[in-house]
């Protein structure tokens, strides 16, 4: 965390934020749905694909600060198996901006010691977009710092499906189809972000209240943080309250929290006061 405070400014309204973030409760995993792009541009009289354009500078900022904070993944939700529905030059302006994206900022990711890496069907990725991808995924490989996962022609129910499709494969391989069961450690480590701790914290920005097919299985007990910032506006600020607001939560993972636990355990003590009863 003590990176974080090199790239701000002293005395500044982020230092203070950054101060009162308890660098023993970080999410390890930080993932985000980027939502807004067409809206911001629409207030603007721009075309949708502005937005888009305008998005690269919120995932520059949200990427360094999460390496210096000390998160261990972040995953990004930057095209979705559903955005082949969009016109073909919006879809062809996100390939484009990616590419810049990967060209320009591998140097980043080295300097900040980021290992880059993708989940979706990467398969179906134009070949261009492909080559440069893995390449900044083999520049990046041996780099021991943050995970950044980019989610492309991503959807969590694909996603799923893959995995299944993998353990009947492997199956019928090994010749143990017909005694096959599935477990939740099998599923999990067939996902895309097997190895990857599930994300804690889930922001999405302009003020949806929708998971919109992103990683389904591994948010089972995030935290959701939604924001009315679109994402073109959303700066480091914005990600040090949405990391605020996640330490102020209080996470049961269906047991009981810190309120229901002292109450519990204060009416069982009453009862057995009552009854004359040590505990
Ligand atoms: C959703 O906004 C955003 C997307 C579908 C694309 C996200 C892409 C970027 C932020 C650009 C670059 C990304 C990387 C990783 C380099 P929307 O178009 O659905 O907005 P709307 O709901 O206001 O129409």
């Known amino acids: 965390m003590t990176g974080l405070f090199e790239v701000l400014e002293p005395e500044g309204k982020d230092w203070a934020l950054a101060e009162a973030i308890d660098p023993a409760r970080l999410p390890a995993h930080v993932a985000i749905i980027m939502d807004g792009n067409g809206r911001w541009a629409g207030r603007r009289g721009l075309p949708r694909v502005a937005g888009h354009k305008a998005g690269i500078e919120p995932v520059r900022i949200v990427v360094e600060t999460c390496a210096r904070l000390g998160v261990q993944a972040l995953t990004l939700y930057a095209f979705s198996t559903e955005n082949w529905k969009r016109p073909r030059t919006e879809i062809d302006t996100l390939w484009r901006l990616l590419r810049i994206y990967l060209r320009r900022e591998t140097a980043e990711l080295m300097g900040n010691d980021i290992r880059l890496g993708a989940v979706g069907r990467l398969d179906e990725l134009p070949s261009r977009v492909r080559q440069e991808l893995d390449l900044a995924i ?15 022609n991503y959807s969590g129910r694909t996603e799923l499906v893959d995995a299944m499709n993998a353990i009947i494969d492997e199956a019928r391989l090994a010749g143990t189809l017909p005694e096959l069961r599935a477990s939740e450690e099998m599923i999990a480590s067939r996902l895309y972000t097997a190895g990857l701790p599930d994300p804690d914290l889930l922001i999405r920005t302009s003020g949806e209240m929708r998971v919109s097919n992103f990683l389904l299985w591994q948010i089972a007990y995030a935290e959701l943080y939604v924001t ?25 993972f269906g047991g009981l929290g810190h309120e229901s636990r002292r109450y519990a355990s204060g009416r069982v003590s009453r009862l057995f006061e009552a009854l004359g009863t040590a505990r």
Not at 238 to 244: E, Q, S, W
Request: no cysteine.
């Open 228 to 252: 009315e910032t679109l994402w073109p506006d959303f700066r480091r600020t914005d990600l040090l309250h949405a990391i605020l607001e996640y330490q102020r939560r209080d996470r049961r």
């Open 138 to 152: 083999e520049t990046t490989a041996g780099n021991r710092g943050m995970r950044l996962n980019l989610a492309i």
